[in-house]
């Protein structure tokens, strides 16, 4: 049925972008939360604990998850190695591009310390002072040869590198934690637009044209909101899920393609693709026991209630018994069969089926595959 849909939307599609080839991304220069975070706010804060990491990495590898995420199967698609944290110091290559995504960042600055609230202090606009710093600084240093010319990347990899964006979703999620109603965090939704409209301006000054922009998820699907948000029964949607809170993330995403539309008209070199993420992990969700996940709210790392989810306890949590330290919120023997990880972020195994089905366009706007990103659609 897919290839089906994908073979309709390439046929809306003018022979010009068919007949092009693949653009041949040098680089990727990523901006988010944890959804795309490779081990930017772990490199500040410390590791996410074991057993994050397990399935692929066999071992704690800066991200939410038991193995890859979303960025990183972006990353193998465009031929690129995965893509190095820009915070972290430790065996970074920037030849290809930088990840200024940290977990628990937003759009606009959150008036609280991570101590406090969790969310990060990188939000957006400190990802995009990064990067501009980083642009004009790697030049510098690439002329001192050795080992920085081969570990930083060329100028012309700025400007034909693809943008990707996957931020938003904390912005809601923290109103909620301020006890905010839905109506309320709608209020502020078209402010934080506004600043991610300004970042994406601000990259292209800077000389980027190709941009790959996620909206944001069913924040209503997400175990962790089910768990600690006051639901009635008449909310559930009939997939499961917090309908109101997936109606604010529906509001956002409206509004962001606004913005994209906007930007489109206002930014005549640059090709900007609006990807429906959210459609995509709904159906996810919607299909789960069709495709081989089970319930798709079972939580695979975390310990006790409805979900296997205890805000108090997340995955890897730790507890001192008899003077030994055991492992309280471990994995499920088989994270391939669940969606979600730890009751907010994917398994590996949903990541990889998210990333086939954004690959070839069929859930973007214009419906270019990955690879051609770069090309400008004349609508």
Known sequence: MLSVCMLLLLLLLPISILSLPDCNFPAVFNFGDSNSDTGGLSAVFGQFPPPNGDTFFHSPAGRHSDGRLLIDFIAEGLGLPYLSPFLDSIGTNFSHGANYATSGSTIRRQNTTIFQSGYSPIS????????????????????????????????????????????????????????MTTEQV?????????????????????????????????????????????????????????GPFNGVSQYFNKKLKEAVIQLRKELHLAAITYVDIYSVKYS????????????????????????????????????????????????????????????????????????????????????????????????
């Open 284 to 379: 996810l969700i919607a299909q789960a026991k069709k495709l081989g996940f089970g319930d798709p709210f079972l939580v695979c790392c975390g310990h006790g209630g409805k979900y296997n989810f205890n805000n108090a306890r997340r995955c890897g949590t730790t507890e001192m018994v008899k003077g030994k330290e055991i492992l309280i919120a471990n994995s499920c023997k088989d994270p391939s069969s669940r969606i979600s990880w730890d009751g907010i972020h994917f398994t590996e195994a949903a990541n990889r089926w998210m990333y086939s089905q954004i690959a070839d366009g069929a859930f973007s706007d214009p419906p270019v595959p990955l690879k051609m990103a770069c090309h400008i659609h004349k609508s």
């Open 186 to 242: 709608k209020l502020y939704v078209p402010d934080v637009i506004s600043q991610f409209t300004t970042v994406i301006k601000n990259v292209f000054a800077l000389g980027g044209r190709a941009f790959w922009i996620h909206n944001t998820g069913p924040v209503g699907c997400l175990p962790y909101i089910m768990d600690t948000r006051p639901i009635t029964a008449a909310q559930v949607d009939p997939h499961g899920c917090a």
């Open 124 to 179: 957006l606009d400190v990802q995009y002072a990064e990067f501009s710093d980083f642009l004009k600084r790697s030049q510098i240093i690439r002329e001192k040869g050795d080992v920085f010319k081969s570990l930083l990347p060329e100028k012309f990899k700025f400007s034909s590198a693809l943008y990707t964006f996957d931020i938003g979703q904390n912005d809601l999620t923290a109103g909620y934690k301020l006890n």
